[in-house]
T-cell receptor, first 114, second 111 residues
Framework: KAGVTQTPRYLIKTRGQQVTLSCSPI?????VSWYQQTPGQGLQFLFE???????NKGNFPGRFSGRQFSNSRSEMNVSTLELGDSALYLC?????????????FGNGTRLTVT | EDKVVQSPLSLVVHEGDTVTLNCSYE??????LLWYKQEKKAPTFLFML??SGIEKKSGRLSSILDKKELFSILNITATQTGDSAVYLC???????????WGLGTSLAVNP
């Protein structure tokens, strides 16, 4: 069974640009969550999508948005990039909505903003 | 405010040593506690604990939860270099809507 796939693996962008990250969950998983990981803050929850609807949202500005498609694949978009957006962005999928079942993470997209 | 604190922040041991990693928490409406291992890339799931005093075990790794004292420990016996990683603790708090993550313990196992 294939794991969670995130593309691209690495991205370098400049301030002010926008970026789109992609995540394909494990087959059969309908929940996709996104996290930002930085050394000082650890894992910070961005949002969760289930059945194409955003079910939960963390404390990030509106520049961070996402969506989920009918095949459960998800994309995350960050507009007007800032230096502080440099981080590892992790996607996680699970069979159930919410966090009562363990999350399965992808390898992440390393975003560097210069 | 909900919080999860892991200790120590980092640890260096020799192969064959036994290590104990700690995770303490203060959250509302505790549902479960999870341990993950992260080796530079994707965190991989280790254990989920919901009941106090029941040990979960997988090979050389084991974990136990104390809901009265609000902490969990992760034990690794006979450590190997492949155990070198960051170990993350997360607590499922509230109404199944979010995980509160600790900053992790960075474990280095030297040959």
């Amino acid at each position: 069974k294939a794991g969670v796939t995130q593309t691209p693996r690495y991205l370098i962008k400049t301030r002010g640009q926008q970026v789109t990250l992609s995540c394909s969950p494990i087959s059969g998983h309908r929940s996709v969550s996104w996290y930002q990981q930085t050394p000082g803050q650890g894992l910070q929850f961005l949002f969760e999508y289930f059945s194409e609807t955003q079910r939960n949202k963390g404390n990030f500005p509106g520049r961070f948005s996402g969506r989920q498609f009918s095949n459960s694949r998800s994309e995350m978009n960050v507009s007007t990039l800032e230096l502080g957006d440099s981080a590892l962005y992790l996607c996680a999928s699970s069979f159930l909505q919410g966090v009562d079942s363990p999350l399965h993470f992808g390898n992440g997209t390393r975003l560097t903003v210069t | 405010e909900d919080k999860v604190v892991q200790s120590p922040l980092s640890l260096v041991v020799h192969e064959g040593d036994t290590v104990t990693l700690n995770c303490s928490y203060e959250v509302t409406n505790f549902r479960s506690l999870l341990w993950y291992k992260q080796e530079k890339k994707a965190p991989t799931f280790l254990f989920m604990l919901t009941s106090s005093g029941i040990e979960k075990k997988s090979g050389r790794l084991s974990s136990i939860l104390d809901k009265k004292e609000l902490f969990s420990i992760l034990n690794i016996t006979a450590t190997q270099t492949g155990d070198s990683a960051v170990y993350l603790c997360a607590v499922n708090a509230g109404n199944n809507r979010k995980l509160i993550w600790g900053l992790g313990t960075s474990l280095a196992v030297n040959p």
